[in-house]
Nanobody
Framework: QVQLVESGGGSVQAGGSLRLSCAAS????????MGWLRQAPGKEREGVAT???????NYADSVKDRFTISKDNAKNTLSPQMNSLKPEDTAMYYC??????????????????WGQGTQVTVSS
């Protein structure tokens, strides 16, 4: 069972930045599809970004040009840098794993392992 542990959430004003982190057990960061998803109160969990074993990335339109996802294969960590944050980015953010390649979409249904989440709150 892969374990994923997120950290780095917090509160920030609109326009600010946060950097989240996800530590994964094993070497899945270098061999599989890793993703970040988020869930706002009363809303469905939605995909934010994915990064595959070749560091190819895919972003939701809502975060494109503001969020950048990267990984460190040696440390088995995953880090999205979130800039120009907006109040609508407020959500619980989850690190997730899908064995194998990343799908073209950011559907939550493809991910099989999840972290416990870290809260991001953006105030206006």
């Amino acid at each position: 069972q892969v374990q994923l542990v997120e950290s780095g959430g917090g509160s920030v004003q609109a326009g600010g930045s946060l950097r989240l982190s996800c530590a994964a057990s094993g070497n899945t960061v270098s061999t599989d599809c890793m993703g970040w998803l988020r869930q706002a109160p009363g809303k469905e969990r939605e995909g934010v970004a994915t990064i595959d074993y070749n560091s190819r990335t895919n972003y939701a339109d809502s975060v494109k040009d503001r969020f950048t996802i990267s990984k460190d294969n040696a440390k088995n960590t995953l880090s999205p840098q979130m800039n120009s944050l907006k109040p609508e980015d407020t959500a619980m953010y989850y690190c997730a794993l899908k064995f194998g390649a990343c799908p073209p979409s950011l559907s939550r249904s493809v991910f099989t392992s999840w972290g416990q989440g870290t809260q991001v709150t953006v105030s206006s």
